[in-house]
T-cell receptor, first 110, second 115 residues
Framework: GQQLNQSPQSMFIQEGEDVSMNCTSS?????WLWYKQDPGEGPVLLIA?????ELTSNGRLTAQFGITRKDSFLNISASIPSDVGIYFC??????????FGKGTRLHILP | GAVVSQHPSRVICKSGTSVKIECRSL??????MFWYRQFPKQSLMLMAT?????????EQGVEKDKFLINHASLTLSTLTVTSAHPEDSSFYIC???????????FGPGTRLTVT
């Protein structure tokens, strides 16, 4: 079935660094969603993308809907400690159900 | 806006008992809510789609008689885990759709431990 592949699986960065992660699929998606999940909490919607090529920002976060419609990336600028967590990409599959990638775990080194 | 609550946040029950988890949309009406299950360090797995006023739609492999879903109003869906077993221990998360299709707003989750 359709899958969303996220990379990297985990990242270890210094506070203040910029972060880039992506999400790819072998099939086309018409919507890309990016969520963040803190430990023991539900995911929080960060950015929703609806059009190929769309670039959307939410504070220090920027996400882009790839023009091939098979990928999306999320950038975080000037990372801070509260950025730690798991970032999931998601999108509706052929059955119109939202599927999630396996997540990118962001760690910030002290 | 778009706040979803879950209750309880954490529950421990004995094997063979039933547990009810509530999911409420606090500041909007949700005709569709979703129930997910998440194992440690895993992604979210959709269990069922809960539709207000009608029967829930279950994903393949999810036992509808074990995981009872009721969506009695536009702001409340409940998941009852019946005859719970230790393998049902997991993190259960609900979500609700608001105006924009596909944009789901998640509750804080319920940690179920079956002893």
């Amino acid at each position: 079935g359709q899958q969303l592949n996220q990379s990297p699986q985990s990242m270890f960065i210094q506070e203040g660094e910029d972060v880039s992660m992506n999400c790819t699929s072998s099939s086309i998606f018409n919507t890309w969603l990016w969520y963040k999940q803190d430990p023991g909490e539900g995911p929080v919607l960060l950015i929703a993308l609806y059009k190929a090529g769309e670039l959307t920002s939410n504070g220090r976060l920027t996400a882009q809907f790839g023009i091939t419609r098979k990928d999306s990336f999320l950038n975080i600028s000037a990372s801070i400690p509260s950025d730690v967590g798991i970032y999931f990409c998601a999108g509706p599959n052929r059955d119109d159900k939202i599927i999630f990638g396996k997540g990118t775990r962001l760690h910030i080194l002290p | 806006g778009a706040v979803v609550s879950q209750h309880p946040s954490r529950v421990i029950c004995k094997s063979g008992t039933s547990v009810k988890i509530e999911c409420r949309s606090l500041d909007f009406q949700a005709t569709t809510m979703f129930w997910y299950r998440q194992f440690p360090k895993q992604s979210l797995m959709l269990m069922a789609t809960s539709n207000e006023g009608s029967k829930a739609t279950y994903e393949q492999g999810v036992e509808k008689d074990k995981f009872l879903i009721n969506h009695a109003s536009l702001t409340l869906s409940t998941l009852t885990v019946t005859s719970a077993h230790p393998e049902d221990s997991s993190f259960y998360i609900c979500s609700a759709e608001r105006e924009n299709r596909y944009e789901q707003y998640f509750g804080p989750g319920t940690r179920l431990t079956v002893t």
